[in-house]
């Protein structure tokens, strides 16, 4: 894992996203996040904070609040005389977070098209959001592809203008991410980013009840029918089979 990240790649490049400052403490955070999401850590796995310091090449006291911060949102859990652990991700817990993100933006949708009324340009960083997904897409990164799908999601909330809102979705954004993450490598990328297509052309025509009748086959079915329990066993098994040879 690494910190830092330059791209050399030169051309035109799909309008991006501005950056966040980021802190230290939020490099390694979002190290931690993206090994998850790829399968470098599964759920329930121990995580040492010697071991993430020494492979990010950082002192520990980042990686300590950073853990702090995992914990606060659900994403490791501090059992004693065991340390660290990632949380489990059980059908029951999976369907508990889709439900509250199905409500949180059910309602940062129906804000969003009411403020379309006054000015459809509203969903331009939903258009560069799409963008960037099918950038992605086309370079086969399944990482990306699950960031960008969350991030479109937390731009639907940012743009309903409800701060409340956006705080009470903030902490499920990055278990989505890792769920999701996992999940993008049994879902063909394309049907991923066509179910995005989708979306904002519902919401662009101002059709609010086929955008949040998409929106809730897009988070609910595919993902109730997905078999994670059984992806992560199987993620195990290879990882397990790799570091044996």
Not at 16 to 43: C, M, N, R, S, Y
Not at 87 to 101: A, G, N, P, T, W
Not at 211 to 228: G, N, P, Q, T, W
């Amino acid at each position: 894992m690494s910190i830092d990240r330059a791209s050399s790649n030169k051309g035109s490049l799909p309008k991006l996203l501005p950056l966040e400052a980021k802190t230290l403490v939020d490099q390694v955070v979002d190290a931690i996040v993206e090994a998850t999401a790829t399968g470098v850590f599964l759920p329930g796995d121990r995580v040492v904070e010697a071991e993430v310091a020494r492979s990010l090449n950082v002192s520990r006291v980042p990686v300590r609040e950073a853990l702090r911060l995992l914990e606060s949102q659900g994403i490791v859990v501090s059992t004693r005389y065991r340390g660290m652990r990632l949380m489990d991700v059980s059908i029951d817990r999976l369907e508990k977070i889709l439900k509250v993100r199905t409500a949180l933006e059910t309602l940062a949708a129906q804000e969003v098209l009411e403020q379309m009324q006054n000015d459809p340009s509203i969903v331009e960083p939903l258009e560069d959001v799409v963008r960037q997904l099918h950038a992605a897409m086309k370079q086969k990164d399944s990482f990306g592809v699950a960031r960008l799908d969350t991030e479109f999601h937390r731009t639907l909330c940012r743009l309903s203008g409800n701060d409340v809102l956006l705080r009470m979705w903030e902490p499920l954004s990055r278990q989505l991410t890792i769920i999701f993450g996992l999940s993008t490598l049994q879902k063909d990328l394309h049907l991923i980013v066509e179910e995005h297509d989708e979306l904002l052309a519902k919401l662009k025509a101002g059709d609010g009840d086929q955008f949040i009748e998409l929106m809730k086959v897009h988070i609910l079915d595919y993902s109730r029918a997905l078999d994670y329990e059984g992806l992560v066993t199987a993620r195990r098994s290879e990882r397990d089979k790799a570091l044996k040879s």
